[in-house]
């Protein structure tokens, strides 16, 4: 631990894996201080244990305790730009969003009630789930004075109107999140879009809306530069809220995950484009679907501890910016 940090952020150090072995210890993200809401801590590290909106393998409940124990592997110094998050930025595993297994609306309303409270306190929270119906009460809690724009990783459009006649679900967040007038449809970019669909227009309600649909045979067109391109200017200068539904990568890489597309990113393409985004207004994050239960190698949950780290590196360097700006 460098000796030269201040008091109030020494004691929100993780444990160093250099010192103490990664095996050892109650699992957190990334071996965080656990931490009550407190406007002490800058990031929160979220788990939102979720999946009563999937209409076909559930499973993502899972997630954040697998995310927890694999994230033991994350080291302390991000290895292309530097940035050190811990030393920085006050960073807390705030526990899971209390949910009720029995009650999916109750279970959104509890969600979103968490949220605010992290919101209230000035914490920008990474979350993981969970299925994708999280992003909407998260977005109920963060962008309610004002419309975000959302870097949207998925396989799927998640505008669908209803599923199976239910219009809160893992399908819906997208279009409900613009409905409520808590996503600026001009500033949406969706990429990795692929697979079978239920009807022709599945996801031609983001193109009506004006969203920026970069599908996956647009990505392989294009290449990741232009896309990267693409994506900073549809983004602009405003809010962003980035979310991950694991689907958009391939299974290849990470199999643990509820409707699983062949033909997706690699988690290398993932990397780079968060890494482009650094210097923007991240307001939340979340990494949606992962279901441990259907990977038994482990390599999914060690790669969303990954990308939760890039995400990390992001938000707290924007943080410590704009307090020393």
Same mark, same amino acid.
């Given at each position: 631990?460098?000796?030269?940090?201040?008091?109030?952020?020494?004691?929100?150090?993780?444990?160093?894996?250099?010192?103490?072995?990664?095996?050892?210890?109650?699992?957190?993200?990334?071996?965080?201080?656990?931490?009550?809401?407190?406007?002490?801590?800058?990031?929160?590290?979220?788990?939102?244990?979720?999946?009563?909106?999937?209409?076909?393998?559930?499973?993502?409940?899972?997630?954040?305790?697998?995310?927890?124990?694999?994230?033991?592997?994350?080291?302390?110094?991000?290895?292309?730009?530097?940035?050190?998050?811990?030393?920085?930025?006050?960073?807390?595993?705030?526990?899971?969003?209390?949910?009720?297994?029995?009650?999916?609306?109750?279970?959104?309303?509890?969600?979103?009630?968490?949220?605010?409270?992290?919101?209230?306190?000035?914490? %920008? @929270?990474?979350?993981? +789930?969970?299925?994708?119906?999280?992003?909407?009460? *998260? =977005? /109920?809690? !963060?962008?309610?004075?004002?419309?975000?724009?959302?870097?949207?990783?998925?396989?799927?459009?998640?505008?669908?109107?209803?599923?199976?006649?239910?219009?809160?679900?893992?399908?819906?967040?997208?279009?409900?999140?613009?409905?409520?007038?808590?996503?600026?449809?001009?500033?949406?970019?969706?990429?990795?879009?692929?697979?079978?669909?239920?009807?022709?227009?599945?996801?031609?309600?983001?193109?009506?809306?004006?969203?920026?649909?970069?599908?996956?045979?647009?990505?392989?067109?294009?290449?990741?530069?232009?896309?990267?391109?693409?994506?900073?200017?549809?983004?602009?200068?405003?809010?962003?809220?980035?979310?991950?539904?694991?689907?958009?990568?391939?299974?290849?890489?990470?199999?643990?995950?509820? %409707? @699983?597309?062949?033909? +997706?990113?690699?988690?290398?393409?993932?990397?780079? *484009? =968060? /890494?482009? !985004?650094?210097?923007?207004?991240?307001?939340?994050?979340?990494?949606?679907?992962?279901?441990?239960?259907?990977?038994?190698?482990?390599?999914?949950?060690?790669?969303?501890?990954?990308?939760?780290?890039?995400?990390?590196?992001?938000?707290?360097?924007?943080?410590?910016?704009?307090?020393?700006?």
């Amino acid at each position: 631990m460098p000796d030269s940090l201040p008091a109030d952020r020494s004691r929100f150090q993780p444990v160093d894996p250099a010192v103490t072995p990664r095996f050892a210890g109650v699992a957190t993200f990334m071996r965080t201080v656990a931490h009550e809401i407190d406007p002490a801590v800058d990031v929160g590290l979220v788990g939102v244990p979720f999946d009563l909106g999937v209409n076909y393998r559930s499973g993502a409940r899972q997630g954040p305790a697998g995310v927890r124990e694999a994230s033991r592997l994350i080291r302390r110094v991000h290895p292309v730009s530097g940035i050190k998050p811990f030393e920085i930025c006050n960073v807390a595993d705030l526990g899971d969003a209390p949910i009720n297994p029995m009650n999916k609306e109750a279970s959104i309303e509890m969600i979103q009630g968490f949220f605010e409270r992290l919101h209230g306190a000035g914490i %920008v @929270p990474i979350a993981v +789930g969970g299925d994708h119906t999280i992003p909407l009460p *998260i =977005l /109920r809690a !963060l962008a309610a004075e004002r419309k975000v724009g959302i870097l949207h990783f998925d396989a799927h459009a998640d505008t669908l109107d209803t599923l199976c006649e239910d219009k809160i679900n893992h399908a819906t967040f997208m279009r409900r999140g613009v409905e409520e007038g808590l996503i600026d449809a001009d500033r949406v970019v969706q990429l990795g879009l692929r697979g079978s669909r239920f009807s022709p227009d599945d996801i031609q309600y983001g193109y009506d809306a004006g969203f920026r649909i970069i599908t996956m045979d647009d990505y392989e067109a294009m290449g990741r530069a232009a896309a990267i391109e693409a994506i900073a200017e549809t983004l602009g200068d405003g809010p962003v809220y980035l979310s991950l539904d694991i689907d958009g990568l391939d299974p290849a890489f990470l199999p643990g995950t509820g %409707v @699983p597309e062949i033909g +997706g990113l690699s988690p290398r393409d993932v990397q780079v *484009i =968060l /890494r482009s !985004l650094r210097g923007r207004e991240i307001v939340g994050c979340d990494i949606s679907e992962v279901a441990p239960c259907f990977d038994p190698t482990g390599i999914t949950c060690v790669t969303v501890a990954n990308l939760m780290f890039e995400m990390l590196c992001l938000v707290a360097d924007r943080v410590a910016a704009d307090r020393a700006g």
